[in-house]
Structure formats: C-alpha cells, structure tokens
C-alpha cells in the first residue's frame, strides 16, 4: 500500500469532529470465530445475519446523510471473504493535518481488510490530501498490533492520545504513533465485569467537542484517577458510565461536525439504539446537552455478530487545507 508523503500542513486550530466518514458496506458479514477469542461483546447466532446488517448499513448511512454528514461508501469485495469489513476504522484513519495511518490487525482473516482501493476512493470522494502516510502494518510479522481508532480515543484538541493495553493495542505502539502524530499517549488497562481486558479502548471512552464519556468502573483502580484527571483537564464535561452501559455499547460512539439551516456549523452526536436504551437518563440528558443533536439508529445484529457498535462502523476522514 504505497502512498506519496508531502510536507505538513502548517499549524492551526484542531477541531476534534469530522464533517466526513469512510463506511464500507459488507459482502460477506457474519461471527467471525477467530475474532471472538478476545471480544466478548460478540455472541455466535444462526439467526439474522448478512442481509439484516446490509439493512441496518444502509440505516445507518442515510440516517448520517441526513443529518449532513458527508458519508462517503465503499463496497467490500466478494474474495476473500471479510466478515469485519463494516468495521473500516480499525485498519485506516485520515487525519487533519494530511497523515494517513494504516495499522497492524491482530486476527489474520481481518487483514484483507486494508485495501488501496477503498483509501482511493475515500481521498477521492472527500478531497483529503496526503502530506505524510504512516505504514504500522508491518508490525504484524512481529506479532505486535495496533488496531486504528478502536486501540486510541483520540483528543484532537488537547493532542492526547488515550489506549486500553490489550492483546490489540501495543503500548509501545502508541508511544511510537504518539511521537509521529505529536501527540501525547495516556495509557491504562480496564476490564469487563468478569475481568477480561476489553479488547479496544472505544468500547468503554469517547471524546466529542464539549463532552467525553468514560466507563469508570472498568478501568483499573490503578490507573483511574490518572485517566479521569487527564480528562477533565480538557474542560470537557466527563460523563461517568459502569460496566452495564458498556456492555450496551454505551461507549462506542461519535460526535461529527455537520451544518444545520438553523444552527449552522453544529455537532451531531451519533449511537445504537441499544447504547441509547442503555444509558441512564440522567447520562443521556448530560450528553444530549452538550451536543446539538442526537442521533440513535438500531443496528442489533451488526452489535450481536461483529461485537462493535456504531463508532466502529465509521473512519472520519478529517478535512485538509
């Protein structure tokens, strides 16, 4: 995967929501096994499967377009077969200052995933310009992973880069991608309820422009109260959640920048109908006022088969100059 690097934009005000996201419409959708090992958010099932989440895609990416997020889709091919492709923000991020990161997947049969076809058409589609491309999937030879924008909760403000060290997330891999991206790396461990590390950082935090969510309860005594300080010292209001709201996906959301005719430049704040029946109404409340608007969409069987929510169905791809 081969990409030209260019100098880097000059310096200028970060702006934490993308106005645009790369979803890829799945061929082959399904429980991926293998994935299963370390992702206990996934539950095997003979039910439902390909054509209900082809349903709940299609849901998803008009619902997002309707809101004036620019939704830019590319469709997986038929071989080999990828039963993950839906999830594009594990293996590709566009970054704001022109870098494009391609990352090393733990699981074998996830790795057809990256293809130059799909960044093609997303730097076609969106007018993202690449100044600097970063290529960590070597490391996969290694046996060492990094998996995109599940492994890091990215502050785009403030420059920090927060990661759940799990068998998918290399601590000395983000300490290398901080240091390329100018960003500084705060690391910890959390858990589920029955002390399995969770397997991506985006199941349990999210940051959007006035707001971040985190699961507390999940995170180490350890390494808690550093987590929760570095993230209040955003001036974010920091939304506090357990182990029940995680596990309804409550974590695994994103905020995107849109234009409203009545508000203008606004923010969207985009979730699961289950990750929106799973929170408290005091949570709910404190989130919906400091966004403009939310948006839940039911996508159940993408949640029950593949483990990950609507978050991991969307790579931003944020503007370049």
């Known amino acids: ?43 095997a099932d003979t039910g439902a499967g390909a054509a209900t989440a082809l349903q709940e895609f299609d849901r998803l990416a008009g619902a997002l377009a309707g809101e004036g997020v620019e939704v830019c889709i590319a469709t997986d091919s038929a071989q080999p077969s990828k039963p993950d492709a839906v999830f594009p923000n594990n293996w590709v991020s566009f970054h704001a200052d022109g870098t494009l990161v391609v990352y090393p997947m733990a699981h074998a049969s996830r790795r057809p995933e990256r293809r130059q076809d799909v960044i093609d058409l997303a730097i076609g589609r969106t007018g993202f310009r690449v100044r600097h491309f970063l290529d960590l999937s070597w490391y996969e030879g290694q046996g060492r992973y990094l998996e995109g924008t599940g492994s890091l909760v990215l502050d785009h403000v403030q420059r920090v880069a927060y990661a ?15 240091r390329e991206l100018g960003y500084e790396p705060v690391l910890f461990r959390a858990t589920d309820r029955a002390g399995r590390a969770l397997y991506h950082t985006n199941v349990c935090l999210w940051i959007g422009a006035r707001v971040a969510l985190v699961g507390a309860e999940a995170i180490a005594a350890s390494d808690r109260d550093a987590v929760l300080t570095r993230l209040r010292a955003s001036g974010r209001e920091v939304v506090l959640v357990g182990h029940s709201e995680i596990e309804q996906f409550a974590g695994n959301m994103l905020e995107l920048s849109t234009w409203d005719e009545a508000l203008g430049d606004a923010y969207v704040l985009v979730m699961s109908e289950t990750a929106r029946r799973g929170l408290r109404p005091e949570a709910f409340a404190r989130l919906a006022g400091a966004t403009d608007s939310v948006l839940a969409v039911p996508v159940p069987t ?14 931003e791809v944020f503007a370049t100059a």
């Open 1 to 43: 995967m081969s990409a030209t690097p260019d100098s880097r934009l000059p310096s200028r005000p970060a702006e934490q929501c993308a106005g645009a996201v790369l979803m890829v419409r799945p061929a082959a959708f399904g429980f991926n096994a293998q994935t299963a090992a370390d992702n206990a958010f996934q539950r």
């Open 164 to 178: 759940c060290i799990s068998a998918r997330t290399d601590p000395e891999l983000v300490r290398e991608w901080a």
């Open 302 to 315: 993408i949640e029950r088969l593949g483990g990950g929510s609507v978050r991991c169905m969307l790579a």
